[in-house]
């Protein structure tokens, strides 16, 4: 029966109709996601943050070292320029070079924990970089690949679209009618072919007089169990 070829190949287009629209709806998706690039972003911010902070941390120890080391050799110039002969004053000054050659000692040892952490968060900072470049690169890259592919899929669409207008146009309304009707029911199957003696999409068998009149195409045929229309092709 041209009805049940016709009905099945509207179901085939509009099947195929839809699936163009979910790989579009896809393609839209990726194309306005940039959650990806943001989290990455997040994070390559709160490290440079930190590393702001570690830097000025890094010139403030500095700054103090140097003062100690002037004070250090200040001390030094007092103890042994001859000046002060005082064996009292001269006793105090050594222990405030001993002091400050302590601090000094801390100072430094501090400023050397603190310049391995910066290694780290540059080493970090740079990971996140690089990372930042290659997503951008991929985005970019998927831009060309995903507009062009949307492009060729919005031509099919526009076909196949064309193409189920005709195909309807050979439906009589009953049947249209009834195959929407069921297609909305049905997530879009509202046409099961015949596979042997059963309706291919439930599995149930069909009874000698719906086989024969489905196999002969003199009259519409539904699966008693699923409703569909049955297609003998
Ligand atoms: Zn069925």
């Known amino acids: ?60 120890k500095e700054r103090e070292i140097s003062e100690l080391e002037s004070k250090i050799s200040e001390l030094q110039g007092m103890l042994y320029d001859g000046i002060i002969t005082n064996e009292k004053e001269l006793q105090a000054l050594e222990e405030q070079k001993g002091y400050a050659s302590e601090e000094l000692t801390s100072k430094e040892d501090d400023l050397l924990e ?3 952490e910066i290694e780290k968060l ?20 998927d831009l060309i690949h995903l507009s062009a592919r949307k492009k060729d899929l919005t031509s099919d669409l526009d076909k196949k679209q064309s193409e189920r207008q005709a195909l309807a146009l050979d439906v009589p309304a009953d049947l249209l009618s009834l195959y929407e009707k069921l297609k909305k029911n049905k997530s879009g199957h509202a046409v099961s072919k015949l596979e042997g003696r059963l309706c291919s999409v439930c599995r149930v068998e069909l009874p000698v007089k719906e086989l024969q009149d489905a196999k002969a195409g003199i009259r519409l045929v539904q699966c008693n169990s699923c409703r569909r229309i049955i297609y003998a092709s």
Not at 122 to 141: F, N
Request: proline fraction near 0%.
């Open 122 to 141: 540059i080493d970090s900072r740079d990971k996140h970089s690089e990372a930042v470049q290659k997503l951008l690169a991929r985005k970019s890259s």
């Open 114 to 116: 603190l310049m391995i």
């Open 1 to 60: 029966m041209n009805d049940m070829q016709s009905i099945y190949d509207l179901q085939m287009t509009d099947l195929e109709i839809r699936d163009i629209y979910s790989e579009l709806d896809d393609i839209a998706r990726k194309l306005s996601s940039d959650q990806d690039l943001m989290v990455i972003n997040g994070r390559l911010e709160k490290i440079n943050k930190a590393l702001e902070a570690q830097e000025s941390d890094r010139r403030q």
